[in-house]
């Protein structure tokens, strides 16, 4: 099966419109059909930015409240409910920080069962995971350093690893087959392994690097280190100056991994993130390596999927970052996999039994407690992937109004990317967007991005320092990218005022520069139907 052309250059052009922006500086009269308070002058700015002929044809709700009252200020299509894509993630995190708590960590543990004899061990070694996306290679190396610490040389049974935590559905409900080797829709299991500190947990990080002259290999490294993957390298380096074009395939059912194409000579190393089947295996085989490389060894071989028996031995552990750190990666770089975890985390911690079904049904019970209605919504998944997932712009608008009274707001609502914070792990997903406007390092949001999907929900206070709520969804439009209708939302919010203030407005940057390296998987195309962050190594 071949890959899908999934890891391309985002090319974001955040634009903003000079007549969205003018009119978002002046009050005019006027009221949206269905507000509760009409806002002077808002009606007006919002339709005319909304008249876009981008969206001719596409479904779009748009709801702009009060933070504080509630009160709905604008509404287009408010009720509709709509594919929402990542701003899913909205309903997952909230979720998991009241039913879960911001000070929650997972632990990968060591254990055996059976008896110590000096530095013999006779019987199984354990590796047991309870849904940790953030173990990295060397989280394992120090649970074998820590065994071997202990003046244990050999087990004479297995290493069994115990990944009974969740069930064994790796792949959320109606996920795009075509999308099954992309790292951002990873399978999903309690125990895995992520190659880098975005923990884009159940893949590998390959580098693919030109050899010194033509007609040679080029040269593949694979982080972490293993060999769960086998790489099938069919790529040659060309001459200095020639083409350039890298794919990396992973073969369904598979992790044999094929790497084709020609790199130039003397030209930076293309990189891809590609997910591994079946990452309970994956992250074995690492921790397998790392006792073998600290002098231990396991007599019998790997088995997968048992549960640690009654009685056994704890012989080391990691716990993870508390959920209130793990927020950020998690929405700033709206990562798929942290949100389906938390899924199953939330149902086996509130309902027993960690599957979708458990913690969709904890997170509907607690919508609930919210004032919201989760009947009137659909949510098949934690992250947003999944075209089953239905949502109203007024639900979340409920929701960000909800909120804000619980006593982990602040930690949930610093997690949110911000608008034209440069920091990757500040800005996120709106890094490079609304630069030059009100809503620059103001605006708060989730974004959400699938073909013919986008959204942006969040927070943004006004130019007479009102705090607003607001959430824009669109599907089905056939344009290449809507995110700077957005943009100009968000900056003609920023820069509204009700007293009529003026209010300076920029132009938003488009491409923020990158002196990252292309990514090896289809380098020509550039694609804005998914979310920036998931288009390694291109920059948002």
């Not at 309903?91 to 998991?96: V, Y």
């Not at 996920?175 to 159940?202: C, F, H, K, N, R």
């Not at 919504?377 to 992250?383: A, V």
């Not at 203030?501 to 488009?510: D, E, H, L, N, V």
Request: hydrophobic share 40%; net charge neutral; with cysteine.
């Amino acid at each position: 099966m071949r890959m899908p052309t999934t890891h391309r250059r985002f090319r974001h052009r955040a634009l903003l419109w000079a007549v969205a922006a003018s009119l978002a500086l002046t009050a005019t009269s006027g009221a949206p059909a269905g507000a509760d308070t009409p806002a002077p002058g808002l009606s007006q700015t919002l339709d005319q930015i909304l008249g876009d002929t981008r969206l001719n044809g596409a479904q779009v709700g748009v709801v702009v409240s009060d933070a504080e009252t509630g009160q709905t200020l604008y509404q287009r299509n408010g009720d509709g409910r709509l594919v929402p894509a990542s701003s899913t993630k909205l309903l997952t995190s909230t979720a998991a920080m009241a039913l879960l708590g911001p000070d929650y960590r997972f632990s990968t543990d060591v254990l055996a069962d059976g008896s110590r004899h000096g530095s013999v061990f006779q019987g199984d070694v354990y590796l047991r995971g309870t849904g940790d996306p953030t173990m990295l290679a060397e989280d394992y190396d120090r649970l074998a350093a820590t065994v071997a610490a202990a003046g244990i040389r050999r087990f004479t049974g297995r290493l069994v690893a115990d990944d009974t935590r969740f069930d064994s559905s790796r792949l959320g409900a109606s996920w795009a087959a075509d999308d099954e080797s992309a790292y951002y829709s990873s399978q999903i299991s309690p125990l895995t392994v992520a190659p880098d500190t975005d923990y884009d947990a159940g893949t590998v990080l390959l580098s693919v690097a030109p050899g010194s002259a033509p007609g040679e290999a080029a040269a593949v490294k694979v982080t972490p280190s293993n060999d769960y993957v086998r790489i099938d390298n069919r790529a040659t380096t060309v001459a200095a100056g020639g083409s350039r074009a890298i794919t990396v395939d992973r073969m369904h059912g598979s992790n044999t991994i094929v790497v084709s194409g020609k790199i130039p000579v003397g030209s930076t190393p293309a990189t891809s993130w590609t997910s591994v089947w079946e990452p309970t295996g994956y992250a074995a085989a690492v921790f397998a390596d790392a006792l073998a490389a600290h002098g231990v060894k396991v007599t019998r071989g790997t088995v997968l999927g048992k549960a640690v028996p009654q009685g056994a031995t704890t012989l080391a552990s990691h716990p993870s970052m508390p959920l209130k750190d793990l927020l950020t990666p998690f929405l700033k770089l709206s990562n798929n996999n942290h949100a389906e975890v938390l899924v199953k985390t939330i149902g086996y911690e509130v309902k027993g039994s960690g599957t979708w079904s458990a913690g969709l049904s904890a997170i509907a019970d607690h919508l609930r407690t919210l004032g919201l209605d989760p009947a009137a919504l659909r949510q098949m998944d934690g992250s947003g992937l999944s075209r089953m997932d239905v949502v109203s712009t007024e639900q979340f608008t409920g929701l960000l109004v909800a909120v804000r009274h619980q006593p982990w707001f602040q930690e949930w609502y610093d997690a949110l990317p911000i608008a034209c914070a440069s920091d990757r792990m500040t800005g996120g997903t709106l890094r490079s967007r609304m630069c030059g406007t009100a809503a620059a390092g103001n605006l708060h949001g989730k974004t959400g991005s699938l073909t013919g999907v986008s959204g942006l929900s969040g927070y943004v206070t006004d130019a007479d320092g009102r705090k607003l709520v607001f959430s824009f969804v669109s599907n089905n439009y056939v344009a290449s990218s809507v995110k700077n209708i957005e943009d100009a939302v968000g900056a003609a919010l920023a820069g509204y005022s009700v007293k009529g203030a003026q209010q300076p407005q920029g132009t938003a940057r488009s491409d923020r520069p990158t002196t990252e390296a292309p990514t090896a998987r289809d380098e020509q195309s550039g694609r804005t139907d998914l979310e920036c962050s998931w288009t390694k190594p291109a920059s948002c």
